[in-house]
């Protein structure tokens, strides 16, 4: 069972500059293209199955052509940037069943222009799979830059057929959207030691994709820290069966001080439990120490790279153990077996460095994001509209003047 685990929320108030038109839920006038988008004349659009509801497919059949061509849709024009700002781009993109143009894969591009509409920067993020991936890219905006706009696209040449789909667009502007929080700040700063953060603009791509989820519009999102972190990393215990006999799952209570389990293995019976959160680790050195563990009675070092997870080490005795850790996380198991007698560990400690130093326990600071939800909290109470998004009025299918879901 986990025990309670501490979370700080932060609001996070971000604005897609695409508004909600980066979903493509909605095509009122049926052409297949949603709206807000702008095609081309002998495409073919149509909205399919996405990451989430709909998304935009654009297809071209270029078998009989003379020439190269570019399917692809254009977005508004986008006002709310300036020279110098970087924006932040992503979507999820995929190449379609039908595509047989294998020089040119889909991309989505930036495209900047300064107030008499001259082009200063194209630049493109390229779509290399069959199914949904996610492409991304920074862009910093060049002097005298007025408004930009994004597409999707892929050229065909001549006896191909192009075929792509493109869902859940956003456009972030990270130098309007200023300091870094708290949260993610401490968060960049221990995943990346050697490196300073201090603005949205300067986290990098990964990251960024990591931090910042798909919104319609402006949306306040609340972001979920880990705040139990000090030079003792023994922190947050939990629970995660890894491996067992099958029949033998032990609670694991305490903390730092003393971990103990409630029910000592029968014969036969055995279990590893991962029992504390995964924390960035790579390229680091880290020690464990801890008093009462033997052969039968254990603690283990465990390092996950996606979802693979590796044993780096296991302290069977009073001698703490170092590991240098290639892997992207660590966390602390506890395993036993039924050669097992007393069933305490004390003085647990998980530090970083090669060293073991005195026991500390473990104390309350922040180490990590647990997740980023679009949700809108007030001091730990989470308000949900009952109209859903009904509420904001933006769509009239049917051109009859009344919004969507609403009745005279």
Not at 105 to 120: F, Q
Not at 209 to 228: I, R
Not at 365 to 386: A, F, Q
Request: aromatic share 10%; proline share 3%.
């Amino acid at each position: 069972m986990k025990t309670k685990t501490d979370v700080f929320i932060e609001p996070i108030t971000i604005r897609n500059l695409l508004g909600k038109c980066g979903n493509f839920e909605v095509d009122s006038n049926g052409d297949g293209l949603a709206d807000g988008w702008t095609g081309a004349t002998g495409y073919t659009y149509s909205l399919i199955s996405g990451i989430s509801g709909n998304a935009q497919k654009i297809y071209y059949d270029n078998s009989a052509g003379t020439a190269t061509v570019t399917p692809r849709i254009i977005s508004q024009q986008i006002n709310n940037v300036a020279e110098n700002d970087v924006i932040f781009v992503s979507a999820y993109m995929k190449i379609e069943s039908e595509n047989t143009e294998t020089t040119y894969n889909p991309v989505i591009n930036v495209l900047a222009y300064d107030a008499t509409d001259t082009l200063l920067l194209n630049t493109s993020f390229e779509c290399t799979s069959t199914v949904w991936q996610l492409v991304k890219g920074k862009v910093t905006l060049p002097a005298g830059t007025s408004y930009i706009v994004v597409r999707a696209l892929q050229n065909v040449q001549v006896e191909n057929i192009g075929s792509f789909a493109v869902d859940n667009y956003v456009v972030y502007n990270l130098t309007a959207m200023g300091d870094l929080p708290y949260g993610i700040k401490s968060y960049l700063e221990f995943k990346y030691p050697d490196t300073t953060f201090n603005k949205w603009e300067e986290v990098p791509e990964d990251d960024l994709a990591e931090l910042l989820p798909y919104v319609d519009g402006v949306q306040t999102l609340e972001l979920k820290q880990l705040v139990n972190r000090g030079k003792n990393l023994f922190v947050n215990l939990r629970h995660e069966l890894y491996a067992s006999d099958g029949t033998y799952d032990p609670e694991i209570k305490g903390n730092s001080d003393k971990i103990y389990v409630d029910t000592l293995p029968g014969a036969g019976q055995y279990a590893d439990i991962i029992i504390t959160d995964w924390i960035w680790a790579k390229n680091r050195t880290f020690t464990l120490q801890a008093s009462g563990c033997d052969a039968y009675h254990n603690l283990k070092i465990y390092g996950k790279t996606g979802d693979a997870i590796t044993l780096l080490g296991t302290l069977d005795s009073s001698t703490p153990i170092t590991v240098n850790v290639t892997d992207e996380y660590i966390a602390v198991g506890y395993s036993i077996d039924d050669g097992a007698g007393l069933s305490e560990i004390t003085n647990i400690q998980l530090e970083e460095g090669n060293t073991a130093t005195t026991y500390t326990p473990s104390k309350n600071e922040l180490v990590s994001i647990k997740e980023i939800e679009p949700k809108v909290t007030l001091y730990g109470t989470t308000i949900v509209n009952l109209l859903g998004k009904y509420g904001n009025f933006e769509v009239d299918s049917n051109a009859d003047g009344l919004a969507d879901w609403w009745e005279k």
